[in-house]
């Protein structure tokens, strides 16, 4: 699979100023590339305890359903965290100028690379 291709579709989404895929059980950055100045190791670390504190979280609460995505919103930014079900522990990554981007539409171009991926 290449990684880095698919941070480029992932970049070509209007408002997108950062995307990578991320190992969740080691916090590995696999592929990433960034517009502007986002540290990725750090973003992909951070972004790897959210996902393993939403996990230990239904775990405890006995939920046997599965994460979708992830939204953190700030002042500028949206950050999606997308995990990829079928490919392990692998997730998406993705860092939207709020004021450009679609948030539907971005959300929408995660599903479709995961599909990607999956084939």
Sequence with gaps: MDYQAVVAQLLNVEGALAAAVVDYDNGMLMAGNAINKIDLEIAAASSTEVIRSKIKTMQMLDLS?????ILITQGHQYHLIRPLKKLGSL??????????????????ALIDVEKQMEQ
Excluded: M
């Design 65 to 69: 359903d599965e994460i979708e995505d």
């Design 91 to 108: 997730f998406l990554y993705s860092v939207l100028d709020s004021n450009r981007a679609n948030l539907a539409l971005s959300r929408r």
